[in-house]
């Protein structure tokens, strides 16, 4: 099966600090990849839509210049929270598309970040 | 409006017992797919099952069942047997067009009892 790694998988900051997370599709080329947020107990939340080339579509309420998201490459996507803030603290979780079989979606392992 | 929605914040099941998940969907869309994940303590994600929105039958994947009612807009996930590594958060998640992203509900966490 498709895999999707993330680097890395937990990350403390100070605040004001900026945080750089890793999303890659191993075996595969995403022209699509998606970042959630996880607050803890609670759903996933979109936050963005990246496509390789372009410019992210961020959802509505998601501040685009605090979470920025660069998608180089087809195998490649990464979220950079800038001047983070305890509130920032949460599971950071990478979907990558792959628009063959049932799937669709592979996730990656998802990355803790505290903002301390 | 919500799309998804999971009505059990929880749910305990005893070990070797069938338990259902309920889940019931908004869309208008005649084109959409159905997914469940589980959500260990690690937090990976992990696909489960997929119903598409044409489908006849209802989707099956070993332990795994989906009760699809597209009338109903209901599509709950029974898990046969239950085993204590069953344990974990259960999302219902939608996509609607092709090319959208997934959409989840808020989960139900499941705990299974020995």
């Known amino acids: 099966g498709a895999v999707v790694s993330q680097h890395p998988s937990w990350v403390i900051c100070k605040s004001g600090t900026s945080v750089k997370i890793e999303c890659r599709s191993l075996?595969?080329?995403?022209?699509?990849m998606f970042w959630y947020r996880q607050f803890p107990k609670q759903s996933l939340m979109l936050m963005a839509t990246?496509?390789?080339?372009?410019?992210?579509?961020?959802e509505q309420g998601v501040e685009k210049d605090k979470f920025l998201i660069n998608h180089a490459s087809l195998t490649l996507s990464t979220l950079t929270v800038t001047s983070a803030h305890p509130e920032d603290s949460s599971f950071y979780i990478c979907?990558?598309?792959?628009?063959?079989?049932?799937?669709?979606?592979?996730f990656g392992p998802g990355t803790r970040l505290t903002v301390t | 409006a919500q799309k998804i929605t999971q009505t059990q914040p929880g749910m305990f099941v005893q070990e070797k017992e069938a338990v259902t998940l309920d889940c019931t969907y908004d869309?208008?869309?005649?084109?959409?797919?159905l997914f469940w994940y589980k959500q260990p303590s690690s937090g990976e994600m992990i696909f489960l099952i997929y119903?598409?929105?044409?489908?006849?039958q209802n989707a099956t994947e070993g332990r795994y069942s989906l009760n699809f009612q597209k009338a109903r807009k209901s599509a709950n996930l029974v898990i046969s047997a239950s085993q204590l590594g069953d344990s974990a958060m259960y999302f219902c998640?939608?996509?609607?067009?092709?090319?959208?992203?997934?959409?989840f509900g808020k989960g139900t966490r499941l705990s299974v009892i020995a």
């Open positions: 979907s990558a598309r792959l628009l063959a079989g049932v799937v669709e979606q592979y």
């Open positions: 075996d595969f080329q995403a022209t699509t």
């Open positions: 990246s496509n390789e080339g372009s410019k992210a579509t961020y």
């Open positions: 869309t208008s869309d005649p084109s959409y797919g």
């Open positions: 119903q598409g929105s044409y489908d006849q």
């Open positions: 998640a939608m996509r609607e067009a092709r090319n959208t992203p997934l959409v």
